[in-house]
């Protein structure tokens, strides 16, 4: 068919308040990991989109898949899968289009860096401001309320749509997608889109990822008076040490460039520092420092680890501290998808229809859930209209992006000519 253009944006522009009212309604309710202070997962979250679902009449499209968590409120983490499936087509021989986004949010960091509540999300200057606008708020609701759109319409579809809801997104995906993918729920000739990155111009479908790396270093050494150094092994000079050493060495032996991917290297963070003690006249016996490194596909991982634990070793009898090193490995080496993949041309018809451009392939610096499927040999794509201010402060989502964006997934979602 023919992407009814001007009848969807019609629709767009008719249910354009109550699409911001759900939004809305969606972003006041935190869905933070156990891993996070006061996570409790993604109940609450859960509950509400279900009594929308309700509302919209959706009831029986809905299966909620919980994976248990005894961390996290009633000891689980829900993931929610919407099944349109007009014709009941047999759902196990592949072909659905799905789209897959996540619920859980990252913390809002320095709460005095915002201009407003990031759980109260306000629009001002056509953008809505809040944690979870953009990362992945926008997903979801493009997703949700480009499939409304067809329904309401009654456009007609040839294949199943599914969109999935997932759990455990920013800390690792063992609560959400991968169970689900493990559990078969998936198949290698479904076309599947992960709206969680993109582009300012929209243009850009991302087919490649950098594989993540992350490692916690822990130092430890004697705590004591600061006015009696002799006495104690202060960890804090030691683990600074280590951390410019490993940020020199990683920076100069693996530079490696590949121009799919921005920025074209690898890169290689030290990030979260654990707080050591609360005052000024006191030595810190233990340092944990955390480093997040993204790997590119053609750099050598194992050898980057072992870089880690050489280094570590070094300073380690150098100082007389005792270093170790944690990994936390995601070594999912998955060739990327070409232009020809049918997900791939699907979606660039489908952005063809609301974004004029040239599409681009890229690779991104990862960590989506497009990586387990293709981990699973199921081609995913990730594809967002997105301002890229997902985790920052006074994060927003520009409402005419996610606007073009419901039309886009409708487009997705249709058999076009
Ligand atoms: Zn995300």
Not at 32 to 47: A, I
Not at 266 to 274: D, N
Not at 355 to 365: A, D, F, R, T
Not at 389 to 403: I, K, Q
Request: aromatic letters at 8%.
């Amino acid at each position: 068919m023919q992407f009814p253009k001007a009848k969807v944006q019609e629709w767009i522009d008719a249910n354009k308040s109550e699409i911001l009212e759900t939004y809305q309604s969606i972003l006041i309710i935190p869905a933070l990991s156990p891993e996070f202070k006061n996570g409790d997962g993604e109940w609450k979250k859960t509950r509400r989109l279900l009594e929308i679902f309700k509302a919209w009449g959706w009831g029986e499209w809905i299966e909620v898949i919980e994976i248990p968590d005894e961390r996290a409120q009633n000891g689980t983490r829900p993931n929610i899968i919407i099944t349109y499936n007009p014709n009941n087509l047999p759902l196990d021989d592949g072909g659905s289009v799905i789209s897959v986004a996540h619920m859980d949010i990252v913390p809002v960091g320095d709460l005095s860096q915002w201009d407003h509540d990031p759980f109260d999300p306000v629009v001002q200057d056509g953008k809505l401001f809040g944690r979870g606008t953009e990362d992945n708020g926008q997903g979801l609701i493009c997703s949700l309320y480009g499939l409304k759109c067809i329904v309401d319409l009654k456009l007609p579809v040839s294949h199943p749509i599914k969109i999935v809801l997932v759990a455990d997104e920013e800390v690792g995906s063992r609560y959400g997608i991968q169970p689900l993918i493990k559990q078969k729920l998936f198949h290698p000739k479904d076309l599947v889109v992960v709206p969680d990155s993109g582009v300012e111009s929209g243009l850009e479908i991302e087919i490649a990822e950098k594989i993540p790396l992350r490692v916690q270093i822990t130092t430890e050494g004697r705590q004591g008076h600061a006015a009696r150094p002799n006495d104690a092994l202060n960890t804090q000079p030691i683990a600074n040490k280590l951390a410019v050493l490993l940020y020199d060495r990683l920076h100069t032996q693996y530079n490696e460039t590949d121009s799919l991917f921005y920025p074209p290297v690898s890169t290689f963070e030290p990030t979260k520092r654990i707080n050591n003690v609360d005052n000024t006249n006191t030595l810190p016996g233990k340092d944990v420092q955390h480093w997040d490194c993204r790997v590119l596909p053609s750099a050598p991982y194992e050898e980057i680890q072992k870089l880690f634990l050489s280094t570590a070793q070094e300073v380690e009898e150098e100082s007389g501290a005792k270093i170790s090193v944690e990994f936390r490995a995601f070594n999912i080496k998955v060739p990327p998808i070409t232009a020809e993949t049918p997900v791939v041309q699907r979606l660039k018809k489908a952005i063809g229809t609301m974004i004029p451009g040239e599409v681009k392939l890229v690779g991104i610096g990862g960590g989506t859930c497009a990586v387990f499927f293709r981990k699973a040999d199921i081609p995913a794509v990730v594809w967002g209209h997105m301002a890229h201010v997902a985790h920052e402060t006074n994060e927003f989502c520009l409402l005419d992006n996610l606007y073009t964006d419901i039309a886009v997934f409708a487009a997705f979602f249709l058999d076009l000519d």
